[in-house]
């Protein structure tokens, strides 16, 4: 079975190569009765969005999404719910070099492997170009979940190369996510504003010597019941997991105290109960999960970046036939993904809410 | 829909509880004609098993396994494939003080607000007794790939509380995982023999003084061929990666250069093509996978494991109706799990393997 | 992907061949809390079992259902709920003859193409002995879909070869079918009294002459909710119809007015609304679903089932080589499986049911 | 979970609403190298297609496919495939006496039942509107099963109303499906020219009496090679089952002998096995079919279908509050489907094909 449907109650199924007609998802198990409209998918999507930020790629793609069906007089109708969203500014002829050599870091020569064809038009299926329907069908997860529990999905920033930042999980806002204090845009998506400056200028450095940067991002769900998550093998961690690893770049992924918890004593680690009408815990290392399943407490996960593989400088590789040859990739590229990642990931993890939330409620119950 | 099934084409589904009269699992999707028999799946329940290994849990479980359909004549049928392995040593009496607590780190609580009762003997479902079922189906999956491409996994505990081992994941043998180099069994399943003895030290230390350690294992799989993982959701990377966190304690996962790998350039990370009749990489930072697919290079995995919950000291929480209480767990559990974890880890690695192999090639051809 | 699951939110997997160790059902997603004990499950088993009834076969099954987990205090707990049914009587020497001939009508060949590789005895797999396990999961549906909405099936025979019985399945009663007047038992599951001696007669005399009857049943679903039936694909009639299908000797379903209502006109099949606080329709030739949705009137459906192929008889036919054989069937067969397909199509009927049930309202809705 | 995929393997997902802005398929799990372009796509929908054909609706649509993604220089590339089909003569003012009346027959009051909203011009989801997906990827299925084993599914109409076909299901060819004897095309799709005029005639009158006609429909799949299926669950039959009563108005389906074989004794249904180098059977009441697998020998089915409900006449029905009122269907419709139903059923028929050969030999090698 082939792997472009994810979730089972609130199941994504996307098509859409980099440089084909467009990319498109159609959403199954959406409850009906939720106001939608194409504004709020376009306002995730410019998040998203190429050639609107000096630190990302200068592709420029306006992302308008169309409601193809499954919403009729502004609401959700329970029925399978399409959006489509046109390629506009699709330069193939950038890639005509690449049609026969594997760019090292990419997947030209897995697909090969694989399917014994592929669209090498800026890396066709295996472009990060696709995670557009991702976030076009995350913006409809969101608003799910805000509707049905208040719910909220948030990511930052945390690390661009080996510059840390330092942020309360706790305390973030989407507002200083989204905008430095001045009110001009946090083009890092850094809510650190000690650090700020600092990963801006080692970005741009990367782009002036031809070279990429990768990083790490945090998330924060907020508001989520506790009781999501469906034991043994579809635990909210694993899915999580399995969300953002299916994001192109993502190569760690970890959650409450994570790889550091590892070197904790169980007695440090173990979070005490705190009495009350609603059970609670004093600390939060086990990251609003246990056994699997959400505990009612904040929600934490990291995420690792690899640095993009496309660079516009010579690289050694081979090509089909395995003979020596060398790659320069001139498409526009990001030299560093970490800021564009956030909304993806934040769509993924809206998802894997969502499809949790109605694997759980049902279709019927998901919005009381 | 409810979470006890893993894997798509070769699919596990599993059922017991921890105190229950045992634990089975149906494969469903296993080739025909794969010579296998109940001394095939005994051996790796064995390395799993408690009460064989001073560092490890006294409960002592005898972990026969039964095949009760899918195998005629020492071979598969194509057909279910089920396996019962009976629960000998359950003492459930240990268990009746908390019937009415929550065992701090323990899926008590969570269990109790998703599904309103639980069977709180041992932790019912969420112990990890029920991963004695995965590594029965994962001993079928682990001959099933030797059996289709001289598939091999292989986990080694790289890392117990602070204490990191060092080991060459290119050359590391199972026999240097099982056994240390005078033949004793190796109870840590550490193969870096100049740490072993500080591992041993400090597990038998915490144990001593009443709490636990976590860590981290470190797993490759050879002679993978390219061309496994099934974009753009049920990447490779993504099914070891839901696999992974799909195990009890387990808080982080990474491959190839992972966190670590975040902090390079792409320059650096890229890993040069090598000409030749088949296409390797210079270096292995991608660990194995290229766009979420088997690149034919080994394929390299970590995961963090949290210390265990179960502590035999008070610990503070609070009963089902939030009342403050005391607990101490008085069964019998691992100062660190961190050896039992790794055959568990590399069933759910061999059952991802297995699965992508028939998810590509079919039931029809996945033995050739 | 293999086939031994059926359904989505409540689905069950099953396992275990005719004369191999046992049966077994594995079902994930019932909801927690509904009272359930084995002899909940043994009843049902009891309606299908073999040797108790002069018109079946005269294999002596005790089929003793063990619940192996899911149930704690006599309550489901919402995790994985497995039952084992031991085979007892299996005489395998019966089949050794059949080791090498394919018997017409069976199953032999098309497993043998298949799978290259077969469990003969008792047609292995491919027996109908794997329906104890769907009757196993039915008994857990029934009281599933009673406690959830007072949902009811029933089903009898209405046509035993060309016998065909007058029965109003608005009015028809469990009892009824199970019972005669005098109170002894129906053995043909078939309430009208007036063609009941005429088909035991029949059976009886086909039973002689080595030879077997078809026939038809016909079922009722009550107490339905509008609302159950996922468009477009799986609606309920589609998954109805599957369920039926899937049973072994199965050849035709219809439900509503079925071929029947092939030959009316529009103006007549159009069920008229009546109004009131409850929408109803006047007549019922829809069979109770409307767009595969159920519309809250009862559903009738009926399914053909072809006359056994076990004959103990002469009958030509060839090796697995293609030569020209002859094989005589001398296991224990019924020469009418109507009796015993009753409680097999019923299980299957409200394991839909069930599923649609959950499907729709969530296991955690799933009992109000 | 909601129900607009169908297939595991070579699975679709569809969306679209009779009156909305188009309908959309995204097949997952075709095998690269199919060569495929719109026109081949174009061929099957244009036998669909209303507004060509004197019996059927007078809905006039173009019905243009586009191929979003999936198709790289005339080949699927592996990867998902997306077809969308904008809807052109979209005359929703028709419906708008509809908002709150439901028309006897129709879905109207069971969707309402079911989501609490609905889109009720033209039916929304639930008018066979949605068929045009099915058949865009049913050509797509047809010219996969052709290229990978030669298959061929053809279907025609064998009952009108009462007046019933005889039809060689061995000798059938899509020629006299299409075309009468003089050339020109064959309104019906009834290869027996006797009654066809007899059928052209009653469905003429139906017309003019504001009414329908329902019918039965029959299919043959030829070169199926023996050995798919998937049992327990998945068998052949089964799936083909619920492919055909997933499609709107299908009330009944059965093959080989069906309903009618249920009348038959064992030693006449039986089909003894041919000797020599491939069996075969002398006869084929089991229509293809042993054991829910495929035999090697031509598959036949049937498929009842109800008169179509919308009537352009006064009916009596209720409104949403339960209160009487009549409804008066002005919308373009056909007075018998039959002629339409035909390429829809293939459509189903190929992708139960196409999946379960995907299923069996996986997607590397489903085309050798």
Not at 35 to 56: F, I, K, M, S
Not at 126 to 144: D, M, N, P, Q
Request: hydrophobic fraction near 40%; include cysteine; glycine fraction near 12%.
């Amino acid at each position: 079975m082939a792997g472009n449907s994810f979730g089972e109650a609130f199941r994504i199924t996307t098509a859409g190569e980099s440089h084909g007609r467009g990319n498109l998802v159609i959403i199954d198990g959406c409850p009906p009765g939720l106001a939608l409209d194409e504004g709020d998918v376009a306002a995730e999507l410019a998040r998203r969005r190429p050639g609107h930020n000096p630190l990302v790629s200068t592709r420029s793609e306006e992302d308008r999404p169309e409601i193809l069906s499954g919403v009729f007089e502004g609401r959700t109708t329970g029925t399978s719910l399409a959006i489509l969203v046109v390629n506009a500014d699709a330069r193939s002829t950038d890639y005509d070099a690449l049609r026969d050599a594997y760019r090292p870091g990419h997947a030209d020569h897995t697909y090969e492997a694989k399917y014994g064809l592929r669209d090498h038009r800026g890396g066709g299926r295996a472009s990060a170009r696709e995670t557009v329907a991702r976030v076009a069908a995350g913006a409809v997860a969101k608003k799910l979940i805000r509707a049905a529990f208040g719910g909220e999905v948030l990511g930052w920033v945390s690390q661009v190369g080996v510059i840390r930042a330092c942020v309360d999980a706790d305390r973030v806002s989407a507002r200083e996510i989204e905008e430095l204090p001045d009110g001009s845009p946090n083009h890092v998506r850094c809510p650190d504003v000690d650090v700020y400056p600092a990963m801006v200028a080692s970005i741009e450095e990367a782009r002036r010597e031809r070279d990429s940067l990768g990083g790490v991002a945090a998330f924060v769900a907020r508001n989520v019941p506790a009781g999501l998550g469906e034991p043994v093998f579809d635990k909210l961690k694993a899915d999580f997991g399995k969300a953002l690893f299916s994001i192109p770049a993502v190569v760690g992924v970890e959650y409450g105290a994570g790889f550091e918890g590892a070197t904790m004593r169980g007695s440090e680690h173990n979070d005490p109960f705190v009495p009350g009408p609603t059970i609670t815990t004093e600390t939060n290392h086990h990251g609003g999960m246990l056994g699997g399943i959400s505990s009612g407490m904040p929600i934490f996960l990291r995420a690792a970046v690899k640095p993009p593989s496309s660079l516009p400088r010579e690289q050694r590789s081979v090509t089909a036939s395995g003979a020596a040859t060398t790659v320069t990739t001139m498409g526009r590229h990001d030299p560093c993904v970490l800021p564009r990642f956030v909304p993806i990931a934040e769509a993924m993890l809206a998802l894997v809410l969502a499809d949790h939330w109605i694997r759980w409620c049902g279709q019927r119950s998901a919005l009381g």
